[in-house]
Structure formats: C-alpha cells, structure tokens
C-alpha cells in the first residue's frame, strides 16, 4: 500500500466517523428520523446548503458548525486523494505499457533468439517443450498452468551443449541493444525483467573475459552452465508472461509469436 491509498484509508475512516456523529447527533437533538438525519449530515458536509430544511436549536446549529468544520475538509481531502490515486494509476499504466514495448523490443532483437541458445544446453527440454508450444485458443488459465509448471520444472544446463562462441560473439552484437534498454527508466516497474537483463550481461561478461572457450577445463564449464542456467530460468518466465501480453492486447504480433516459437521444431513466419 503506498502513501497515497493509505491517507485514503484514513480519510476514508473519519469520514465515515463524522457521518455517524452527525447521524447520531440530529437524531438525538433535532428528533429526526434515521434517514432525515443521515440526509442532513450529507448536506451540511458536502456544503450543498439547506434548501428545505435546518438545525433549529441551538445545539443542532453548533453541531452542523462541527460537521462543516470537521466533514468539509475531510470531504474535501477524500476527494484530492482519489484524484491524485487515479491519475498515479494512470501515469502506472503509461509507465508499464511503455515498459512492454522495451520488453517487446527485447525479446524481438535477442530474447528470442536467447531461448533458442539456451535451450540447445537443456538436457531435459523435452519434458517440457510440448507445453512451451503456445497455441492461438490459450487462455489465462492455461498460461498460469504452464508458468506453475515452469516453476516446479528442474533445469538441467550444461554448456557443452551449446557453441558457446556463437553465443559470444551474438552477445557482443546485441550489447549495445542490452545496455539501451538496461538505461530505460521505466525498468524500476518491472524487477524481475531488471534481474533478466542482469543474468544475460552476467552470461556476456563471463564469455568475453576468457580468450579461448574451446579449451575450459570441466569446472569452469560448470560454473558457466550455473550462470546460464540463471539467465535461462528468467527469460523462460518473462517469455511466457510476453507471451500472454501479446494475446491480450497485440494478436497480430502473438500471431508471429507463435509461428517463431524457438520451441516448435516447425515453426515458420510463413503463413501455411
């Protein structure tokens, strides 16, 4: 909850308390009915004036001086606030559909093309691939299944499957993209795509700082299948959750989507 609901929530409170003490009060003092009263709390506080009926005793008069007082600026705070909470959620909004065009522009420059690296060095990629095949009638229901599948899935990664000098040098190709992106301010938004962008600089960094990646000894190879295996994991996530974006709110690019799937053995752009 930030600032902003919170002082809602308070506002919100003593509002509600000040209509009860008023709904109370001129039930008591001016002898009105439940619904006359509470009527008459709404009026007094929202300033709209007595066109039909008032306090006439002294200490009903004192009374709607507390409520105009107390209810007007409470009212009137109420209102600021959820104004102010709309138009945060909004600038929200704006913020995270900027944010799904990087990580559309991510996945279209290198993501992709990522996956397709590192799921040569999943040995156990067959388990699973059938249910990375995302077809164009999949609904929210099926894609929270297969991300709860994704999440109990133990990756296997071994980098002796992979060319790791392909790897390198897409990766030294791509790092001016990666870097572009990693600057963009709206990343704040979305940690988990942050800690995405992390893993594959990690994966970058360690490829580039050794001269010759025919020759590693196999512990070296292990610590390399570890670093890829991280980056491999979140991009799995953040794919599936691209994809489902693009369902939504883009169908002619999750149609490409699908059809370019790096995990369908015959996927093809070309409509058939």
Same mark, same amino acid.
């Given at each position: 909850?930030?600032?902003v609901q919170?002082r809602l ?153 992979? $060319? %790791?000098?392909? &790897?390198?040098?897409? =990766?030294?190709?791509?790092?001016? !993209? #990666? *870097? ?39 512990? $070296? %190879?292990?610590? &390399?299948?570890?670093? =890829?295996?991280?980056?491999?994991? !979140? #991009? *799995? ?22 059809r370019t ?12």
């Amino acid at each position: 909850m930030n600032a902003v609901q919170f002082r809602l929530r308070i506002l919100l409170a003593a509002l509600a308390a000040v209509m009860a003490l008023g709904t109370a009060g001129f039930m008591l003092i001016e002898g009105m009915s439940a619904q006359d009263a509470f009527y008459f709390s709404i009026v007094t506080i929202s300033t709209v004036g007595y066109g039909d009926v008032h306090p006439v005793s002294p200490p009903g008069k004192a009374l709607a001086v507390v409520l105009i007082i107390t209810g007007v600026g409470t009212f009137l705070g109420l209102i600021a606030n959820a104004t102010e909470l709309m138009l945060n959620r909004r600038e929200t909004r704006i913020r995270l559909e900027k944010l799904n065009v990087v990580i559309g522009l991510f996945f279209s420059e290198a993501g992709t093309s990522l996956l397709s690296y590192f799921s040569r060095c999943d040995s156990r990629i067959e388990d699973i691939r059938n249910d990375l095949i995302v077809g164009n009638q999949w609904s929210d229901r099926e894609f929270a299944a297969v991300g709860n599948r994704l999440r109990q899935y133990e990756h296997v990664v071994d980098v002796r499957r992979a $060319d %790791l000098q392909a &790897l390198r040098v897409f =990766l030294e190709k791509k790092s001016g !993209l #990666l *870097l572009r992106i990693m600057e963009n301010p709206n990343l704040l938004e979305h940690e988990q795509f942050t800690d995405l962008l992390m893993a594959v600089f990690h994966v970058r960094e360690e490829l580039e700082a050794r001269s010759d990646l025919s020759c590693l000894p196999s512990s $070296d %190879l292990d610590h &390399l299948s570890g670093d =890829l295996q991280r980056a491999y994991t !979140l #991009l *799995l996530h953040q794919w599936l959750s691209y994809m489902k974006h693009l369902k939504k709110n883009y169908p002619f690019l999750f149609s490409l989507a699908v059809r370019t799937n790096p995990f369908d053995r015959d996927a093809s752009a070309v409509v058939a």
